[in-house]
């Protein structure tokens, strides 16, 4: 900053503060400072803010090349006048203006009149603004150098303002650490009465009523936490807000008024006791508040949560334990992504239930809640998602987090290809090293423009507003995510998006958009939808994911004495490869109670123990049980001779590398194996009790890995440690409970990680 001299007018808190930071940021030209209280100059000088100061302005005056108003707004006038009267001709105008003016004044409607009436006209020189900061205590001595770091600064330029005067005045705040940014005047004043006004309002409201109502304060006594974190700021100085309120009352009002129709509508919900109706409003608020949080920490919720899961999480197993009982597992996984973006980009609400409440898919949730979409839930498994229809989504103000999931990652590319606004998708260490190539490339046959990092991994930089037109793709792998992205796209595009897929994989897409209205066709392996359509809101049920279900499939089918059943599980032909692999193994698994909901059949799957043995699985099976294979891996080591699987190198391509993160673990427990590129042979140990030992496994933070692990020590001989299984909770939130629950003899141990 090349300010010869700063004059501050008004040296309380705020003008105090900013000649602190400038002094902290090495400012060593002169600041004086002109106040009506000269013990405040006084103690200004002693404590190093300024170099001088005045009860009167005018003396002051010359020589200052920057001139920072910091009083109330009420007083803003007189001053105003007094700096016009006192100024030398034309040196606030022109080009280049000499002495530049600007405030800090958190209204500026009525600050910009001040000065047009004591100017005539508002000088070029002179640049609002208002430093989003500040705090309860008032005077000099209460002077903070940090007070305006990394805080926000909204200058209200007019449209004849000069540019040198507005750089000036952002060197300024940008010497103390802030952030600078500019607002129209009538806008910066409706966003300040909501954010900044009506809180102070309820404050002092609230405060004063209680008082009032006790006039010992006897009732504050008993005030805790939530009184205090909503009350602080009635502590703050009244001539300035009385001023505020003054200044601003339009923009009071209409916010106040939005406030009491809300308060109204809380008071009915409260009065008749509609309980959902409670439930519904402080949802939505809960969710607001955290987001609002991961905006001032410049970070995702979701990763902001996941930053906070201080401990790492180990299983420990102990050998042996029965299975039997009945019971539910978790929603599906790919089900539930699927509802919350089907649902939000409908016309019409959409209520789910039996949604997964795990990470992966609440990730998915809170991405859309971040794209503007109102949410309610989920509560015990039941969502509304409020659709916004196909171009009613909002631009995020930051990355999309989606967390660990693959799916989530895939999908939205497709959706977010097609829409007008940028965005970029974000992942855990995990996601960040899986390959989006393969969405990426198709997207940009169709048009899209996507950056993505080193060979095709995330993050994902999605340019949107690209015209899409449809394409006809022959998939090189068999994916449900590439197959579903596309068409997701493909609802954007211009013509047909046709997919043909080298095997069939999950159709959950495909049957969803049909119950949400849309018509997607398909011909032996290919599928084709045409873009320009509409979805309408349905309700969904979604059913038991088989693949959390697997892992005690697999439990019953290797224990001695097993007797259990699982209810309301998915069993979409796509999805039964597990079924299939296990009564070719020799399982004793039965599907009771077959019946459809909401478009896909579920069944109630019910499993007794019976002797396995080692099979060749067959090809084409792999794609429809390819996320059970760990667990696979596990009835395999404990079958009656040896199983083979090839076909399988996307196993090399999930949350870790499947086939190598299991057969580390299979060396450990000391399973006999063989490792090729796209698959395994695994040797069985056969009937005995104890198939084979125990040990330390690493599941790399791949939620299979930990599980299959779990279910391995039922025919241990020793106990099985399992660390880093954090990530269970992606798509099994409570394994373990449940696992307890059935017999089997697991624990959970949370480590601290060191900082
Ligand atoms: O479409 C989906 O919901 C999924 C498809 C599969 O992935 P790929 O498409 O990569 O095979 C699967 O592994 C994943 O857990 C879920
Ligand atoms: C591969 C999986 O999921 P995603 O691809 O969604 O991460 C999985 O759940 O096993």
Not at 67 to 72: C, G
Not at 533 to 549: E, Q, R, T
Not at 651 to 662: F, W
Request: hydrophobic fraction near 45%.
């Amino acid at each position: 900053m090349a300010e010869s001299r700063i004059l501050i007018v008004g040296l309380g808190l705020i003008g105090g503060s900013l000649a602190a930071a400038l002094r902290a940021a090495g400012h060593e030209r002169s600041i004086v400072a002109c106040d009506p209280d000269a013990a405040e100059i006084e103690r200004g000088i002693q404590m190093g803010l300024i170099d001088g100061g005045d009860t009167r302005l005018t003396p002051l005056v010359e020589g200052a090349s920057l001139i920072v108003l910091a009083v109330p707004v009420l007083a803003m006038r007189g001053v105003m006048d007094e700096l016009a009267a006192a100024l030398p001709e034309g040196v606030v105008g022109g080009e280049a203006p000499r002495v530049v003016i600007t405030d800090v004044g958190s209204t500026k409607a009525a600050v910009r009149d001040c000065a047009l009436a004591a100017f005539g006209e508002l000088p070029a020189g002179l640049v609002l603004g208002h430093p989003i900061a500040g705090s309860e205590k008032s005077g000099v001595a209460a002077s903070d150098p940090w007070l305006y770091a990394n805080h926000k600064v909204i200058l209200t330029p007019a449209a004849d303002t000069a540019p040198s005067a507005i750089a000036r005045i952002r060197a300024l705040w940008q010497a103390c650490g802030a952030e600078v940014l500019e607002m129209e005047v009538e806008r910066h004043d409706q966003v300040l009465a909501r954010t900044s006004h009506l809180p102070h309002l309820l404050a002092f409201t609230l405060v004063d009523t209680l008082a009032r109502q006790d006039e010992r304060l006897e009732i504050f006594r008993y005030a805790a936490g939530g009184f205090r974190d909503f009350t602080r700021i009635a502590g703050s100085d009244p001539v300035m807000w009385r001023d505020i309120f003054t200044a601003n009352r339009d923009a009071v009002l209409t916010a106040l008024d939005d406030f009491e129709v809300g308060l109204g509508r809380l008071r009915r919900a409260v009065e008749i006791g509609d309980g959902d109706a409670m439930l519904a409003t402080f949802d939505r608020a809960s969710h607001a508040r955290h987001y609002f949080d991961s905006l001032l920490n410049q970070s995702s919720y979701q990763a902001e949560y996941h930053m906070q899961r201080q401990g790492k999480l180990t299983f420990r197993a102990a050998p042996g334990g029965r299975v039997a009982g009945r019971i539910r597992v978790p929603g599906d996984k790919s089900i539930s992504h699927r509802s919350i973006m089907l649902g939000a980009l409908a016309e019409g609400i959409t209520e789910v239930k039996g949604f997964l409440e795990g990470e992966d898919s609440l990730a998915t949730l809170q991405a859309f809640r971040e794209m503007g979409v109102a949410i309610e839930g989920p509560h015990q498994g039941r969502v509304t998602v409020h659709g916004v229809g196909m171009h009613g989504l909002k631009a995020p103000s930051g990355p999309l987090y989606v967390g660990n999931a693959g799916t989530a990652m895939r999908l939205f590319a497709g959706l977010l290809a097609g829409q007008a606004f940028p965005t970029e998708l974000i992942g855990d260490a995990s996601l960040t090293k899986r390959p989006m190539g393969r969405v990426a490339d198709p997207l940009r046959l169709m048009g899209a423009v996507i950056d993505t990092a080193e060979g095709g991994r995330p993050p994902l930089k999605i340019h949107g507003g690209q015209k899409l037109r449809g394409i006809d793709y022959d998939m090189p792998m068999a994916s449900a995510q590439v197959k579903s992205c596309l068409l997701l796209a493909g609802l954007y595009a211009e013509g047909e998006t046709r997919v043909r897929e080298p095997a069939p994989t999950r159709d959950h897409t495909e049957r969803m958009l049909a119950g949400f209205g849309y018509e997607v066709h398909r011909d032996g392996d290919t599928c084709w939808l045409t873009g320009g359509g509409k979805l309408a809101a349905s309700s969904i049920d979604v059913p038991a994911d088989i693949s959390s279900a697997t892992f005690f499939l697999v439990a019953a089918a290797i224990t001695p004495g097993s007797n259990l059943i699982l209810e309301h599980v998915g069993i979409n032909p796509t999805r039964i490869g597990v079924i299939n692999i296990l009564k070719l193994m020799g399982a004793d698994l039965r599907l009771t109670n077959e019946r459809e909901v909401g478009g896909e059949p579920v069944a109630d799957l019910h499993i007794r123990y019976a002797p396995l043995k080692g099979i060749d699985i067959p090809r084409d099976q792999v794609p429809l049980a390819i996320d059970e294979f760990p667990a696979l891996f596990i009835a395999a080591a404990s079958a009656n001779g040896v199983t083979r699987l090839r076909g399988a190198e996307e196993l090399r391509v999930k949350e870790s590398d499947r086939i190598q993160a299991m057969a580390d673990g299979l060396a450990t427990i000391g399973v006999e194996h063989t490792v090729v590129e796209d698959g395994i042979d695994i040797v069985g140990a056969g009937d005995r009790d104890v198939s084979y030992g125990g040990g330390r496994i690493d599941s790399l933070g791949d939620h299979r890995i930990a599980m299959a692990f779990v279910v391995a020590s039922l025919r241990a001989g020793e106990e099985i440690v399992i660390d880093d299984c954090a990530n269970v909770a992606t798509s099994f939130p409570g394994f373990t409970e449940l696992a307890r629950v059935v017999g089997l003899r697991v624990s959970e141990e949370t480590q601290e990680v060191e900082a």
